[in-house]
């Protein structure tokens, strides 16, 4: 484990981003657990504080929280996650078509604007609002399917499957490759081309690329 310089949080977003970039660093194992005490002390601020910030990190999917225990660094089975990823990109790219069909000249604005606010925080952004903004950018695509219902079954999915810092973008450049793929997406709706956003999709899901 990585050795912790001391830090300190003034504000919830602050803590949030502290934790996130911890654990993107290593600092944090998969499997360890977050001990409240000793992040009050790592981090020199209050007891409430640490519970609401890992509240909102859970909340977020970037850590985990089991009743009665407390929250820990989600480490999730190999096999298991390749499954649930393919799973994942079989459902979004039988989506592909239904975005096509029902994306609207608006509707692809707003996805380029949630594109290009992803690829602005790779520089200026915390691991957080990266994720904040992958998330959106993600549930916009899925909503221009017209079925509410894909983007909640997309939500339980990415509930079983490790969500960044801690499992997604563990270098800069797969950050840049995601931002990549994103605007791919973007222009394969403008051009009503089904094959070449289901082409994308799955390589982003899957980090084939």
Not at 69 to 83: L, T
Request: net charge negative; hydrophobic share 40%.
């Amino acid at each position: 484990m990585e050795t912790l310089k001391p830090a300190h949080s003034d504000t919830e977003a602050d803590l949030m981003d502290q934790i996130a970039t911890d654990i993107q660093a290593g600092a944090y194992a998969p499997g360890s657990w977050l001990k409240q005490i000793e992040l009050q002390q790592r981090y020199k601020t209050s007891r409430p504080m640490i519970r609401l910030a890992l509240d909102r990190l859970a909340q977020k999917q970037l850590i985990r929280h089991e009743l009665n225990r407390g929250y820990y660094v989600y480490e999730a089975d190999g096999d298991e996650v390749r499954d649930l990823l393919d799973l994942r990109a079989m459902i979004e790219c039988a989506a592909a078509a239904r975005i096509i069909r029902h994306g609207t000249g608006p509707e692809c604005e707003l996805l380029q604007k949630m594109a290009q606010n992803f690829e602005d925080l790779i520089d200026t952004g915390s691991i957080v609002q990266q994720h904040e903004a992958n998330q959106a950018f993600h549930h916009q695509l899925l909503s221009m399917s017209g079925n509410p219902q894909i983007s909640a079954t997309i939500d339980d999915l990415r509930h079983r499957i490790p969500s960044a810092p801690a499992g997604q973008w563990k270098t800069r450049q797969r950050v840049k490759q995601s931002s990549i793929e994103h605007f791919e997406m973007v222009t394969a709706v403008r051009n009503r081309d089904a094959k070449a956003l289901e082409d994308a999709i799955r390589r982003h899901i899957m980090q084939v690329a």
